[in-house]
C-alpha cells in the first residue's frame, strides 16, 4: 500500500469532514477571530493544522490566534508549544494561570479531577477570549467525545444529552465551535502521527485511569472493532431525532395528542428495520465563507 497516498487521503478526509461541520453549522464567518484552544493534544494540534489549511483556501478572510492555558502542571515543559507556534508563524499567547495547585488542594485523593479542571479552564478561556477580541472559541472535541459525553450522561446524568458542534458559553458572551464534530478519533490518531505533533501528557485528567469518560470511551471502540457501522449509526442518530417517539413533554404535546384519522408514516412503529436514513442535510447558509468548499473536494498538499 502506498503510504504517502494514504496521507493524502487522509488529509483530503479532515479538511472535508472539517469543512463540512463549519458550513453545517455556520462555525466561521467573514471578519471572525477564531481563538482556537491548544492543549498540547493530538486533538488540538489537529484542529489547529487543519484550520491552517482551510484558512489559506478560504474565499473570505478569518483569522487564527493560538491559545494555550499552562496551568503550571509539574514537569509541563514550557518550551515546547512556543516553539512549535513560533516556527509554523501562527499568532498566540500562553496564558499562566496556576489551577494545578487549586484542583491538587480541593480535590481529595483519588477522586476525578475534570469537572473542577474544566469549569476553572473554562472560566479562563472565556475571560482570554474577551481581551484577546476573539469572536469564536474553537475546542478540539471530535465525534468520540460527543459519542462518549451521549453515553455518559445517560449512565450517570439521567439526560438525553450530547456534546453539541456550536454553542453559547456559560457566560453568554462566547460562541464556541467544535469544528472537528464530524471527525472519527481513530483518523486523528493517525494523522498525528503523520504530522509529528509534539504531544504533551496531561498529568491531570489525562493520568486518571478510572475516569468514566476513558471507560466509556474503551466501550465505544469495542464496539468499533466489533460491529462495523455501530458508530456511525450512533453518531447519525443525533441528527435523526424523532421527539414523539421520545418521552421528553417539553419537546411533544402527549397530553394534547388526539387521534386525527390520518395515517402516520412512523405510526406506532418503535423501531426501523429497515436501512437508516441518512442525516438530515443542513440548510443552505447564505453568505457562508466556507459554502463553496462544501462541494469541491479539498485538494491537499497546500
Known sequence: MNIELENHKLEKRLCREVGRAIVDHNMIEAGDRVMVC???????????????????RAPVDFELIAVNLDQKQ??????????????????????????????KRVIPEGKTLC?????????????????????????GHHRDDILQTLL??????????GMPPKLVSDD???????????????????????????????????SQENLQRKQVGNLL????????????????ALQNVVPSHLMDRSLFPFETLRATGEASE??????????????MPASPAEGNPFQARAVIPITAGH
Open 74 to 103: 509539574p514537569g509541563f515543559p514550557e518550551h515546547v508549544l512556543p516553539e512549535y507556534l513560533t516556527k509554523l508563524g501562527v499568532k498566540f499567547h500562553i496564558e499562566n494561570q496556576d489551577t494545578y495547585s487549586i484542583v
Open 266 to 279: 412512523d405510526g406506532d412503529k418503535a423501531f426501523d428495520e429497515e436501512p437508516c436514513a441518512p442525516p
Open 152 to 161: 455518559l450522561n445517560m449512565f450517570f446524568g439521567a439526560k438525553l444529552k
Open 172 to 206: 453568554g458572551r462566547n460562541v464556541v465551535i467544535r469544528p472537528m464534530a464530524y471527525v472519527p478519533e481513530k483518523d486523528l490518531v493517525r494523522w498525528a502521527e503523520v504530522r509529528q505533533f509534539p504531544i504533551i501528557p496531561c498529568t491531570l485528567c489525562g
Open 38 to 56: 491548544l492543549s498540547g493534544g493530538k486533538d488540538s494540534y489537529a484542529m489547529l493544522d487543519i484550520l491552517l489549511k482551510l484558512q489559506a
Open 115 to 139: 469537572s473542577l479542571c474544566s469549569r476553572l479552564r473554562r472560566g479562563i478561556l472565556y475571560r482570554v477570549a474577551g481581551e484577546l477580541g476573539a469572536t469564536k472559541i474553537a475546542l
Open 221 to 236: 471502540r469495542e464496539w468499533d472493532a466489533k460491529f462495523p457501522g455501530r458508530i456511525e449509526n450512533m453518531f447519525t
